[in-house]
């Protein structure tokens, strides 16, 4: 079984930062997908950004350029940094982690931007 512990989120304005934190533990594989997916009212649950365990990284569009994802391996760890920050960042952010078929999540945490 796998838990993820996710923190970092809150308040921000407009075109400030955030840097999100998922903390992994339980039965980890050395092989695995770790990343982030966003939810806002309203709509359904979407990707944001990946980082396999060799460290190749996925961005969804909306984010490239903006938000930077890495990973610490002997922590279990995965990081989203989020610069320029628009409204329409705004969501429950839900770390995500991929391994052997099998997905795992965090209980989400709120992102707000204001304008």
């Known amino acids: 079984q796998v838990q993820l512990v996710e923190s970092g989120g809150g308040l921000v304005q407009a075109g400030g930062s955030l840097r999100l934190s998922c903390a992994a533990s339980?039965?980890?594989?050395?092989?695995?997908?770790m990343g982030w997916y966003r939810q806002a009212p309203g709509n359904q649950r979407e990707f944001v950004a990946r980082v396999t365990s060799s460290g190749t990284t996925i961005f969804d569009a909306s984010v490239k350029g903006r938000f930077t994802i890495s990973r610490d391996n002997a922590k279990n760890t995965v990081y989203l940094q989020m610069n320029s920050l628009k409204p329409e960042d705004t969501a429950v952010y839900y770390c995500n982690l991929k391994q052997m078929g099998y997905d795992s999540w965090g209980q989400g945490t709120q992102v707000t931007v204001s304008s």
């Open positions: 339980g039965s980890i594989s050395s092989i695995n997908d």
